[in-house]
């Protein structure tokens, strides 16, 4: 196949605007995938990934497709990452593109996020296909969502398409414009070789699996390769392009898609973002934009029962072999046992990481409140990394403090701006700018400190905008900040887990919420129990679990004691579901309480 | 020595449901003819159903409801067909509960006549203000007059009823219904916390908060006080809510605590056989027509299983001033409780085993040992439940 007739290219949407749905049509379209095959898919897709050792998850597939003018061409569809932890990743896959499809909900218009992805492909120099889909929906607002594109990207009314994927509308006419508007892949097939990884998943058969464009050069199997950041030599055992089924080829190069597996054991090897080369034909130079990705956001996690710390251990294992991004190591509490600190891209990432050993992995954990990480610089000038409120060093050793700033973009219907000043200013929130993308919708730049929008920051911005704003940010900076420690203490003992690290001016809050809620959820006990939240030595909040006096069951005759004894089974059971702190027993949904704010 | 079993007959009917009560009962009529058709048909069944057929029974209890609302030849009857039915044998007690609101001389002579020989009256309190927040039917002295009424009618067994931490109640008014109780002088005291059910008009008016809860301070005041004045007058104390003058302990209550079988009969009865307990549907309407097609009117039934007996063992045992035999536990659970309880009984300040049960420990702890018996102190008696749920935690 000739250069000229590849096309490289994505799709940037919002969740929910038919991503997925518009994919399937243009698979369909090309009769990539029969509608028959569609639905064998998800039917037959645990045994297929099994058995034959493919993936079905779509990270890129190459599409055959005869266009209107005669000449066969190949297209290329490169999956992206739909939420906002995982903006690295996203831009990995627009750089081994050239275009790029937008889809706007003709009903919800566009959103935070999709700016943010589309501003990262304008900057990649993709060329940008508008298609505003849903345009069956009653609720379609066609003209206004045209305004909103051509404001935001300056392009022509009538170069916007039209679309229902549900419906299959307007399905040829995407396909005609990519070919027509997308520009062929560049790229020398003898220069040397430089091929850029937007994904990588594990196969439990084969090992990393990593997809890949080939900028520069050929990769043949057989050859030695070379990973650029890790610095790792393999040998590209198999290379091929990516249909339903990774289909083997002899080779892969400049321009092209596919798929390669070296016998890298885990993904850790083949990370997005990375250059690969060949050892006869090494190029000098990675591509641009390489990083290493960092977790943002730490938190504990603790089997409820001791007896799954080892269960935990194996599932993080095996998430980590397809996730690159996330980190832990063994933690050791006090109050919860022995757990793992675990590292995230951001808050979504760590739900659906949890939620994943709970519901994959049948675990029950508790987690502790998600913090940053915060740089402690200590009077001897060493800078310690903190990303457990327990290793903060000594307050008296610290020079100063930094925590990790973000700057972000607050889209909203303009008659929310009031409100969502209001939560960003009560967030720390250090105001850039407003943009009008038209005149209903505004574009509020923020920073804020990490910290403050990891909890419930999403929550809250949507109910005071009645579902409407969305919010995207990226990592910008560290800055010193007046952070403080505060621990809350039951009967004088600190209780090591539900340590905060927290900016000096909400401490007093934070405490007395999370004594209000200990109060209410501790059990009274047979003596009195002092909850006291702390800064150093300072006591700045507390509240008083008394001591039971009468506990007696007045009556038990003929007709009671099934009652009572269930009530023993149910204690027993409750027992279980408590942790023992000092003297002191703590329900679990103590330290999940205080995760809700 | 294995006890003779029990037989407890459930009265659904009330002239008016108290605001606090979580007890079975209607206070429509109507039904009254069907029910003991119904009852006698139960009755009937049970009779050729091991073990109730065989065993020998010695206690009777009518309980409710209000048993004292029953014709005296309806009562005379109940009495006739369970002694043809069952082999109730020896020296029998035969109790039933009465509310002073519907005593009248001439029955109580009746009840005594059919049978009957222990009247337990539900005198809750002798002051008309907590009376009618419990809204009970009587005031204070037709309190009085009920148990001088039982006493003249012949009844040579009288029980009566008390409540502490009533809303409203204060330590005086407990004080004066304790001294009224003592000088009326009858056989048994039975002297209640007042239990707040989150469901009853009580507490729903609490949680309302047209009512307040009495403090639990005042509460646990008021029941070491009640025990104060109580033996002080002569009275044994010998379950956690029960005191009794010599020879006057409630023998058919008893056997719940110390595990003998019991059958009960009626809506809403419990019974139990040794191994498995059951109880009938609580609804008189449904009860009526299972047994109008012959069928027993339970609704549940449980097998109990080693730890559910041991459970149980704590549970009742902990109850009675006589505690909970250790030797039946090691049968039972094949292991000594002191020693699998050892931490548990540490954490709950260990024993005092030179105190005897239900008295002050000086060392304030809330369990002793006498005659291979766990039972609890003054100490461990307010805080039963606490107790309970840690022991029951070893099994």
């Given amino acids: ?597 | 020595m294995p006890d003779s079993s029990a037989l407890y007959i459930h009265v659904p009917y009330c002239k008016r449901k108290c605001n606090y009560c979580d007890f079975y009962s209607v206070t429509e009529l109507d039904s009254k003819k069907r029910y003991f058709d119904a009852l006698n048909k139960e009755i009937s069944l049970y009779s050729n159903k091991p073990p109730f057929a065989l065993d020998t029974i010695n206690t009777i209890y009518l309980g409710g409801g209000t048993p004292s609302l029953l014709a005296p030849e309806e009562a005379l009857l109940l009495l006739n067909h369970l002694k043809w039915n069952f082999h109730i044998t020896g020296r029998v007690e035969v109790s039933f509960e009465a509310n002073p609101g519907t005593v009248l001389q001439t029955n109580l002579y009746s009840f005594l006549k059919a049978g009957f020989n222990r009247i337990t009256i539900g005198v809750q309190s002798f002051h008309d203000g907590e009376l009618a927040v419990l809204t009970r039917i009587h005031n204070g002295e037709e309190a009085i007059n009920a148990v001088r009424l039982a006493r003249k009618a012949g009844f040579e067994n009288i029980g009566i009823d008390l409540i502490f931490g009533i809303p409203g109640q204060t330590p005086a008014s407990w004080r004066e219904s304790l001294q009224r109780a003592v000088d009326l002088r009858p056989h048994h005291i039975s002297m209640y916390g007042l239990t707040i059910e989150p469901h009853t008009p009580l507490g729903l008016a609490i949680k309302s908060r047209q009512l307040s809860r009495c403090d639990e301070e005042l509460e646990r005041d008021m029941y070491l006080k009640g025990i104060e004045v109580l033996e002080s007058a002569g009275y044994e104390h010998y379950e956690i809510s029960n005191l009794a003058l010599q020879g006057y302990r409630s023998r058919h209550n008893q056997k719940y605590w110390n595990g003998n079988p019991y059958l009960g009969l009626g809506p809403a009865a419990h019974s139990f056989n040794g191994i498995q307990r059951w109880w009938n549907c609580a609804n008189v309407e449904q009860y009526c027509q299972y047994l109008d097609e012959d069928l027993l009117p339970f609704e549940k039934k449980e097998q109990l299983s080693i730890e559910q007996k041991c459970q149980e063992l704590i549970l009742l045992g902990l109850r009675r001033k006589e505690g909970i035999d250790l030797q039946q536990w090691s049968q039972v659970a094949s292991g000594d409780l002191l020693t699998s309880a050892e931490p548990v009984i540490k954490e709950l300040g260990g024993l005092d085993t030179r105190t005897l049960p239900f008295k002050n420990s000086k060392h304030n702890r809330l369990l002793t040992v006498l005659h291979k018996r766990l039972c609890l102190t003054r100490q461990g008696l307010l805080l039963y439940d606490t107790v309970c749920e840690k022991l029951a935690q070893v099994i």
């Fill in chain 1, 1 to 597: 196949m000739k250069h000229t007739n590849i096309r490289n290219f994505c799709i940037i949407a919002h969740i929910d605007h038919g991503k997925s749905t518009l994919a399937d049509r243009l698979l369909e379209a090309t009769s990539t995938i029969s509608k028959a095959e569609m639905k064998d898919q998800v039917l037959d897709s645990m045994d297929l990934e099994r058995e034959r050792g493919i993936t079905i998850k779509m990270h890129a597939i190459t599409m055959e497709y005869q266009a209107k003018n005669g000449e066969k061409y190949i297209l290329n569809l490169i999956d992206t990452p739909g939420h906002v932890d995982f903006t690295y990743e996203v831009s990995r896959s627009l750089a081994a593109c050239e275009g790029a499809l937008l889809i706007v909900d003709a009903a919800q218009g566009i959103e935070a996020q999709t700016v943010s992805n589309l501003y990262m492909a304008i900057e990649n120099d993709l060329e940008i296909i508008p298609v505003i889909n849903k345009i069956d929906l009653p609720s379609a607002q066609i003209d206004h969502v045209k305004q909103q594109i051509i404001d935001i990207i300056g392009c022509k009314d009538e170069e916007i398409l039209l679309a229902s994927a549900k419906m299959g509308l307007g399905i040829p006419e995407i396909l005609e414009e990519v070919v027509k508007k997308i520009p062929a892949p560049q790229g020398d097939t003898e220069a040397p070789t430089r091929a850029l990884i937007f994904d990588s998943m594990f196969n439990a058969y084969r090992g990393a699996v990593a997809y890949i464009r080939v900028k520069e050069g050929t990769i043949r199997a057989g050859q030695q390769i070379r990973f650029f950041n890790t610095g790792k030599v393999f040998e590209a055992q198999e290379v091929g392009i990516l249909r339903l089924r990774q289909i083997k080829h002899d080779s892969l190069s400049a321009g092209e898609v596919g798929y390669i597996i070296a016998g890298a054991k885990d993904v850790k090897d083949t990370k997005v973002g990375d250059t690969i080369t060949t050892v006869n034909n090494p190029a000098t130079e990675a591509l641009p934009g390489y990083r290493e990705v960092k977790p943002m956001v730490y938190s504990g996690l603790f089997p409820s029962d001791t007896d799954q710390y080892e269960d935990l251990r194996a599932a993080l294992e095996k998430l980590r072999l397809n996730d690159s991004a996330l980190f832990y190591e063994p933690e050791t509490s006090i109050a919860l046992g022995f757990g793992f600190r675990c590292g995230f891209l951001g808050l979504l990432h760590m739900e659906i990481i949890q939620e994943r050993l709970e519901r994959e992995y049948l675990l029950d954990l508790v987690t502790t409140v998600p913090n940053v990480e915060f740089h402690a610089f200590t009077k001897v000038g060493t800078m310690v990394a903190v990303d457990n409120p327990a290793n903060l060093p000594p307050v008296n050793d610290i020079e100063h403090i930094e925590e990790p700033f973000i700057t972000s973009s607050i889209l909203t219907p303009a008659e929310y701006v009031g409100n969502i000043m209001a939560l960003a200013m009560e967030r720390r929130g250090i105001y850039i700018n407003t943009e009008y993308i038209d005149k209903t919708r505004a574009n509020l730049h923020y920073e804020f400190p990490l910290t403050e929008v990891i909890f419930d920051f999403y929550d809250k911005l949507k109910s005071i905008s009645r579902g409407y704003a969305s919010f995207d940010y990226e990592f910008k900076d560290y800055r010193a900040s007046e952070v403080v420690r505060l621990d809350i203490l039951l009967n004088g003992d600190p209780v090591d887990a539900l340590s905060v690290i927290v900016h000096k001016d909400k401490a007093y809050e934070w405490g007395r919420k999370v004594c209000e809620k200990l109060q209410e959820l501790i059990p009274r006990q047979m003596f009195q129990i002092a909850i006291q939240a702390s800064i150093g030595s300072k006591v700045i909040a507390r509240e008083t679990i008394k001591a039971l006096r009468k506990n007696v069951t007045a009556k038990c005759y003929g007709g009671d004691i099934s009652r009572k004894r269930k009530l023993l089974e149910k204690q027993k059971e409750g027992k279980k579901r408590m942790k023992q702190l000092g003297t002191v027993q703590v329900p679990q949904e103590a330290f999940l309480a205080v995760l809700k704010g």
